[in-house]
């Protein structure tokens, strides 16, 4: 239904009349990416329809033309600086294009005046005229006359032209954003839904590609007001009424234990400042004063943190709005997960926690892509980034989380370990830790790729041991036999040595990796320890003073799969 609705006629862009020619080869874009733009319009998320006209733009860009967009409050709450250009101008990469535009996640303020004189100041040594095209859901919020500054920066002769489009504004900011494109020599465009957003940039885009008139939409004529005498003596005062906010639950809802189907609170926060309006709990028509505003969601007093929602609920005077708890995620986790000490969502530009549960019922989140981190117990294992994820608005996200990886020891083996690691894959073995576990073997959730599995028997007794190179698949379990290893069988009233190295050579009998034992840490016992397949020599040392160290076994093979007894 949306991309029909997209579809005009070509012969309605006739029918407006010209206002402001283009010669410029190069297209720069100013987006929202404030916090209101999480609000709605014909039942549609602003920033999803922004996107998704950026995205058609992209698209559709010809060869010849650069582009370049900037974003203003997209990442941090009541940061007037909080501007980024996301696109450099220049020719477009279309993918990296897309891929910048799908990262915008509204956050904050709307400094339109800072924004405009951040991307014209980088346009000061363009010879040629630069069309600049502003999308802005509401009035400047940073203290800033962004008529009076477009104006300044014309006056001093930098080659650019602004076009605006206030995509579902008031009357305010319709005047404000119209003031800055007949200043900025370009045209205003008002857009009440998706289609009139896409007609608009389109007819720009159009105008700088073939270099003819931008056709612009005829402002609506000017209301007649006559004034009347009233007869009346006295004066009727009236306050302005409240609003009333009740929520729309999802399907999943009814499956939650029945201490959780009331949340531990809700709150409504300005969705640019992020200041606190109001603090509740209930989930019946609560009354609230008119405003726009996020809200912040804590399901659980203890097991959850407080998140901000997604979506700008916009309450009216005397209205109900009702507000849709649609979107949401659920786990898809193999039978044998228990609940985790926690998991979180973090944002990946930023590293800010987004969220963090060690509940795995559904629950409300907010849209965005994240990183999913899982730490299964508090005591023996860390943090491990488990995957990107996207979760779309609007609907319940099902995370399937199944790639998993399980250390499987030979009978001989210990049970318990100090540690085993999976790391990036390097020369030295010394890669980046990605996931480490402690205490003993179990099968744990992993992010899936190609890694060395590190073993650790003892913290100060042993070194670690790199076993081999092993390839996690996505979505399965993966096992790794720990079957490979050495045992020392010592004669009946030896102390143990001081020190014990096995050193792997190369069919040339170079010297490779070594793995060492401190018998005085082992508590009685030399191991046994794994080891990887190969060839080793052995060092030994008695006593740590007033004896050294000797090699007593020159040449050793280890066939994979095998325990070799050593008696001293």
């Known amino acids: ?73 997209h990442k941090r709450k009541g940061d007037c600086a909080d501007i980024t250009e996301i696109i450099p101008l220049g020719p477009l990469d279309r993918k990296k294009a897309v891929q910048a535009i799908q990262s915008i996640k509204p956050k904050g303020k709307t400094p339109i005046a800072g924004s405009i004189k951040q991307v014209v100041d980088k346009l000061k040594d363009h010879e040629e005229e630069t069309t600049i095209v502003l999308v802005s859901d509401g009035i400047e919020t940073c203290g800033g006359d962004p008529c009076t500054v477009t104006k300044s920066l014309k ?17 305010t900011a319709s005047e404000q954003l119209a003031c800055i494109a007949r200043v900025g020599g370009g045209s205003y465009f008002p857009a009440a839904n998706a289609e ?42 009236k306050v302005k009424r409240p609003g009333k906010i009740t929520f729309s639950l999802p399907a999943w809802w009814s499956s939650l234990p029945l201490g959780m189907q009331t949340p531990d609170y809700w709150k409504l926060i300005d969705p640019e400042t992020g200041e606190e309006k109001g603090k509740f709990n209930s ?46 995620m659920q786990f898809n986790l193999p039978s044998w997960v228990n609940e985790p000490d926690y998991w979180k969502l973090i944002d990946p530009e930023t590293g800010e926690d987004v969220y963090e549960s060690s509940l795995l019922f559904p629950c409300l989140v907010p849209a965005g892509e994240y990183n999913l981190i899982w730490r299964q117990d508090a005591h023996y294992t ?20 199944s790639t998993a990886f399980n250390p499987v020891p030979a009978d001989w083996m210990p049970k318990r370990v100090y540690s085993w690691e ?62 490979t290893g050495v045992s020392f069988i010592l004669p009946e009233g030896e102390p143990l040595p001081y ?39 052995i060092n030994y040392q008695q006593k740590q003073h007033n004896s050294s160290i000797i090699t007593i076994v020159d040449s050793f093979d280890l066939p994979a799969g095998n325990m070799v007894e050593l008696e001293l």
Request: zero cysteines.
């Open 382 to 401: 860390k943090d491990v980034i488990l995957a990107a994820v996207n979760l779309e608005a609007d609907k319940l996200n099902i995370i399937e989380v």
């Open 196 to 237: 009139d957003l896409l007609k608009a940039l389109t007819t720009v885009q159009k105008s700088v590609v073939s270099k003819t008139p931008v056709v612009a939409p005829p402002p609506p004529p000017e209301q007649i007001i006559q004034k009347t005498t009233s007869s009346s003596t006295s004066l009727k005062i």
């Open 1 to 73: 239904m949306f991309i029909r609705r997209l579809l005009l006629p070509v012969f309605f862009l006739l029918l407006w009349s010209f206002s402001t020619f283009s010669h410029a080869t190069s297209l720069y874009y100013i987006l929202d990416g404030s916090g209101s733009m999480w609000g709605r319009v014909d039942g549609d998320i602003k920033i999803v329809v922004a996107k998704k006209v950026m995205t058609r733009l992209i698209d559709e860009m010809p060869a010849g033309v650069d582009a370049g967009l900037t974003v203003y409050g």
């Open 283 to 328: 989930l019946q028509g609560t009354r609230v004063p008119a405003g726009e505003y996020q809200i912040v969601w804590k399901q659980h007093q203890h097991r959850t943190s407080p998140l901000i929602l997604s979506e700008v609920v916009t309450v009216k005077a005397g209205k109900e709005s009702v507000v849709p708890l649609l979107t949401s």
């Open 155 to 171: 006056d001093a002769g930098i080659k650019f032209v602004i076009h605006t489009v206030g995509f579902d504004v008031g009357k």
């Open 422 to 483: 999976l790391r990036e894959i390097s020369a030295d073995g010394k890669g980046k830790t990605i996931v480490k576990f402690a205490d003993d073997f179990d099968q744990q959730l992993v992010p899936a790729g190609k890694y060395h599995f590190v073993y650790h028997f003892s913290n100060h007794g042993t070194s670690e041991s790199l076993l081999g190179e092993v390839e996690v698949a996505a979505g399965k379990m993966n096992e790794f036999m720990v079957n």
């Open 499 to 537: 020190y014990v190295e096995f050193v792997e050579l190369d069919k040339d009998g170079n010297e490779g990796k070594k793995v060492w034992l401190k018998g005085g840490y082992l508590r009685g016992t030399l191991g046994p320890i794994a080891l990887s397949p190969g060839t080793y020599k």
